[in-house]
């Protein structure tokens, strides 16, 4: 028997240690088994988020296409009533000059409110405006009575597109005294 203040020897250590669970080897392959889950189940979120940024970027490029194809579709749909009045207006043979005028004046019309609704925006100065190097392009430098650099006429329109210039204005400016 033993005295109760002797110190166990390592027999008794060895066998007491598997009945407290702090087996090295069983708590790594427990620990292994654990993180080879874990492991597992981050490369399934993985795969899966991937799959679902790939989805998203199809997506998107899809709907890009479609807002192209159908941008076009719409501004020629608003086309289509410029179109049909000038067709009408070929079929009159006799035509007065004012008739033409009146007919050419609507078809006009037609057409500006049809580029408006598309954001098509005419840009025409008046005489006098100040001279926009970002809107308007100078053809010539005349002399005039206003103030050097501003508009004095207008040749041909110009044109923006939500904000854009399409075309600039083709302006006549003033020169310096």
Do not use: W
């Amino acid at each position: 028997m033993s005295d109760p203040q002797t110190p166990p020897v390592p027999e008794q250590e060895a066998a007491s240690a598997p009945a407290t669970g702090s087996d090295p080897l069983a708590q790594a392959q427990a620990e292994l088994a654990e993180l080879k889950a874990k492991s597992a189940e981050l490369a399934d979120q993985f795969l899966r988020a991937k799959a679902e940024a790939e989805n998203a970027r199809r997506r998107a490029e899809e709907e890009i296409t479609k807002a192209r194809k159908y941008a076009v579709e719409a501004f020629a749909e608003s086309l289509l009533p410029v179109c049909d009045s000038l067709e009408a207006g070929l079929t009159i043979k006799d035509a007065t000059p004012e008739q033409i005028r009146e007919g050419a004046q609507a078809t006009l019309r037609q057409l500006t409110a049809a580029l408006e609704r598309n954001k098509v925006i005419a840009i025409n100065p008046a005489a006098g405006a100040k001279f926009d190097p970002h809107q308007h392009q100078a053809i010539s430098m005349v002399p005039a009575e206003q103030e050097a650099n501003t508009v004095v006429s207008v040749l041909q329109k110009g044109y923006t597109i939500a904000e854009r210039v399409l075309r600039p204005a083709l302006v006549t400016v003033a020169a310096p005294k």
